[in-house]
């Protein structure tokens, strides 16, 4: 590169940082529009709409309609929103909170409604189809095969084509089906059973549909979800669903027909507007620490690496700018998960820097010179920030895909996040060192040299690394029995999973939030024993107080609390019973994805290293991983509720990218040394080679999530905490287990195939 060249590189480098950062501050138009201020913001971080509905009757509805009404106003306000929240309150009320909505009667009006059921005949009166089966797209551009209208629903009603509604569906449940023929019972249907006039209207369908080899479609709340083929007449008022499905699908398609029928009304009771549950200090907050977190790591890049951390740090400013501008640009809703996505990311943008520079200083040590070796460096380095960055893009799209509500938001910003980090790191970083480098900034000096280091004997030590590992991981079960004997959970679960009590307190002057975390909150907490969760209820002196459920004996003593520091009257409180906002279904569909994504990884690595030993000892290092900082929130008594599921999901991402990087250094070195060279010996100094690496990476990402724990609301602290202990337990599987892992299957196969 010519000298000129580089300086218009540096001019163009420095002209694109600023425009992406003026944007970020001021918008394209300078009012705000497409800046960080206009970023959509999840419930967590920017409050919302709460609307309470209350089944209309004198009569008290089951748990089971309950059960269902409630997933049927989720599957309808995600719509609005993957960070929606509905929740059980009291024995019949279900509170529904959606996040950047301020008009409750804006998108909310049909929520109360029933959905409409319909069981529909295959043919009209003019002997036409009134579905048929093609290739449809989603919003993501993906085909399936689905069923669609080929005329409106209300044209089909008008022509009485309407097997059954909902009222005339008993009760829908998934159950085992057993093949006729086989007998197997691997897969479910859906059981249904109708009432008496239900059962007259069925018989005639099927009888009809069963002779003319037709099928009946189920259409609910404007769409055909299937359409099954009726083989005999269903007289009986009985009627079987199959279609080889999961339980999770089968019950699913079951709560949709209950839900189709369910004969409760909902009646708004009353809307309000709510703060930030992580409270409004929380964004301020996660900036500034964002800000001296990297303010942090640029100095100690510069520190260690010289010129290229220098380079490092600038490209860093870029990607943060970049970042933060396509969160607009993707319409990306930003909550805490998203925000530890984003954590991460920066996490492996520094790694691949420092893998590079690590590679430079490696060939300046052989006497290379520092145009071959920024040459040599790059090339080097490359395989593993490909491999280490593809597995987590991969364990992303994963939890994309499968994944729903603030699991979707935490895969979005890391997708996002890994491919500008990649574009940084290889680009970005790439010329502007070159552009340094044809400025003058020529010698070794501006670079560092590395050193060559004598192998330690990790594989040797591997019985001490693993009886640590045991250690923690079986002191972790033990903790999780006592505590399971002490308070009924093996781990101290939130009312995000449990429920709790709510608590609306109307003081007699409005309260900031600063008032109540120094001085209402701690008090609360005293009492109730738990965290307790504040939302300030706009323009008004309410605040609702969500926590553990709380017996008479703590209700009582909040209630003189608040009565003798702050005046409030009994009449002034409010306590209900919440479910939890976290249904059994979610965690289940969130430890699938997890689990698939594993698998997933699993598999690109043994494709990509030729050797299935990797995958598995990755697979492995990362299981041990989870196992300790489950451990660790068992024995800490951490609070686990939705920050739990980001935090595990940042060490998922975090603790494979570290292994790679120790995996592709082995693979490296043994096809250097050859099939004839000791195991053991190969590893050791891959280990080693990678060592600075390992602390590097894991410091600076640390030290972001530090900064976020010594800054942030309690709320990111509980968050920060166990994240830290993450990154350590990270690095450590990477460097004392990983390798040791793999020599040991590896000597396993060896021994299996003599």
Known sequence: MKKSNAIITLLVFLAVLAGVTFIDVKGIDGNGKVAASDITLGLDLAGGVSITYEVVGDEEPSATDLADTKRKLEERVYNYSN????????????????PGVTDANAILEELGNPGTLYFLAQKGSDGNNNYSQTIVQDEDGNSSLAYVLNRSIDEIVADGCVVLNGSDIKSAEAVPYQDSQTGNTSSYCIDLLLNDEGRQKFADATTSAYQNGETIAIYYDGKVICAPTVNGALTDGRAQISGNYTYEDAEKLASLIRIGGLKLELNEIHSKVVGAQLGSDAIKTSLEAGAIGLVVIAVFMIGVYFLPGFVASLALLLYTALVVLLLNGFDITLTLPGIAGIILSIGMAVDANVIIFARIREELATGKTVKSSEKIGFDKALSAILDGNITTLIAALVLLIFGSGSIKGFAQTLILGIVLSMFTALFVTRWLLRAFYAIGFTGEKWYGVGKEHKALDFVGKRGV????????????FVMMGVNKAQ??????????????????????????????????????????????????VQN????????????????????????DKYGVENEQIVMETIGGTISKETTVKTFASVCVAMVCMLIYIAIRFKNISFGAGGVLALLHDVLVVLAFYAAAKVSVGSTFIACMLTLVGYSINATIVVYDRIRENRSQMGSGADLKDVINRSITQTLSRSIFTSLTTFIMVAALYVLGVTAIREFALPLMVG????????????????????????AVSK
């Open 83 to 98: 960070e929606a929240q509905v929740y059980l309150e009291g024995n019949d009320r279900i509170n529904v909170e959606i």
């Open 465 to 476: 690394y693993f009886a640590i590992s045991l250690v923690l991981i079986v002191g972790g």
């Open 487 to 536: 308070t009924g959970n093996p781990l101290n679960l939130s009312l995000d999973f449990v429920g709790g009590t709510s608590m609306t307190v109307t003081f007699n002057e409005q309260k900031s939030l600063s008032e109540l975390e120094t001085d209402v909150i701690p008090e609360m907490e005293k009492i109730a024993g738990s965290a307790v969760q504040p939302q300030p």
């Open 540 to 563: 008004s002196t309410d605040v609702v107080f969500k926590t553990n459920a709380l017996d008479v004996t703590r209700r009582d003593a909040i209630e003189e609390m608040l009565l």
């Open 727 to 750: 990154i350590a337990c990270g690095t450590y599987s990477s460097v004392f287990l990983a390798g040791s892992m793999y020599y040991m299957m590896q000597k396993n196969k060896k």
